[in-house]
Structure formats: structure tokens, C-alpha cells
């Protein structure tokens, strides 16, 4: 899981995003901007959670969710979780980890009202058939992640995360 905090990859991996929108999230503070010299001409490296987290902001720009929305989302994903084994492991790289490792769906869920709640698929679709569920954004975190992986699977490194993946849902 080490590859997964690695930062090795560049802007050209990320076909779904542009750089003037990356430059454009770093100014309004939805996406971090971790390079020392950001004006020396120093190109940014992403590890798979950041690409993940672009990736998230390109889904809730694309239903026009507000970059204020944007920032609450970052900040609930971005705090740190209650583990004990992991106590520095913020809530979004617990739900990568957990969806690599376990294949757990999740789905992050942003109701009208601004209300956020990360549920398993289960919980996801009891909230659907009761109607406790009206006017909201989700995401199934399962189906991005894997989006994402297969996008960098140049890398040999991530291509074995995807084999096994594969192994394991075919048994």
C-alpha cells in the first residue's frame, strides 16, 4: 500500500482534468498545492489519493455542486479518523484503503441540506427504498477508485493492484 502515498505521477496522467482547472481548484483551495516553489516552474506529482480526490472534485464540478460544497466535502474527507492502528489516517485514505483491500463499496452521499455520510451500498439503497433520500449527490466510491486505477494502469506497480483485485472478485 506504500505505492498508494507515492507521489509519481503528473498532470498528463489525468485525462479527466485539465491543468488550467488543477491551477484554477489550488487557487480557491478545493486541491492542496504541496510543491515547495509553486511559481519556479516545478511540476506537481500526485499520489493515487490525490488523483482520487481530483477525480471527486471533477464528479461533484460536473453536477455543478459549489466549490464552497467542495471545500466542506475536503474538510469532513480530510479529518482524521478514530483508528487506533492508523491514528494519523484521514477518512477519505481509510476509504480508499478499505475499498482496495476489502472491495467494501461505499458511497459518499451530499443531501440538499449539505449533510455528508459516507454508507455502504446496503445502507445506500435501504435510504433510497425508504425515502429517507430525496434531493442529493452520490458517489460510489468503489466504481471512482477503480475508474482511477484503471486510468494509471501504465504503471507495473498498479497494474498488480488491479490483478489482484480481479483475482479476488473472480473467485
Known amino acids: 500500500m506504500e505505492l498508494l502515498f507515492s507521489k509519481m505521477f503528473k498532470s498528463e496522467h489525468l485525462p479527466f482534468v485539465t491543468n488550467r482547472q488543477i491551477h484554477h481548484w489550488k487557487e480557491i483551495k478545493v486541491l492542496d498545492d504541496h510543491r515547495a516553489y509553486a511559481a519556479s516552474g516545478i ?3 500526485y499520489s493515487v489519493f490525490d ?3 481530483i477525480k471527486i472534485i471533477s464528479e461533484m464540478r460536473a453536477f455543478r455542486i459549489s466549490n ?3 471545500r466542506e466535502v475536503k474538510k469532513f474527507l480530510n479529518s482524521d479518523t478514530d483508528a487506533i492502528e492508523e491514528p494519523r489516517a484521514t477518512i477519505l485514505k481509510r476509504l480508499i484503503t478499505e ?12 443531501t440538499i441540506n449539505g449533510i455528508l455520510k459516507i454508507v455502504d451500498r446496503r445502507e445506500y439503497i435501504l435510504m433510497l427504498t425508504k425515502g429517507s433520500l430525496h434531493h442529493h449527490f452520490a458517489l460510489d466510491l468503489d466504481h471512482l477508485i477503480w475508474e482511477v486505477l484503471l486510468t494509471l494502469d501504465f504503471n507495473k506497480n498498479i497494474k498488480s493492484i488491479i490483478q489482484q483485485y480481479q483475482n479476488t472478485n473472480n473467485e
Open 43 to 45: 511540476k506537481s506529482r
Open 51 to 53: 488523483i482520487i480526490w
Open 68 to 70: 464552497i460544497s467542495i
Open 99 to 110: 475499498t482496495i483491500l476489502n472491495s467494501n463499496s461505499q458511497f459518499l452521499v451530499i
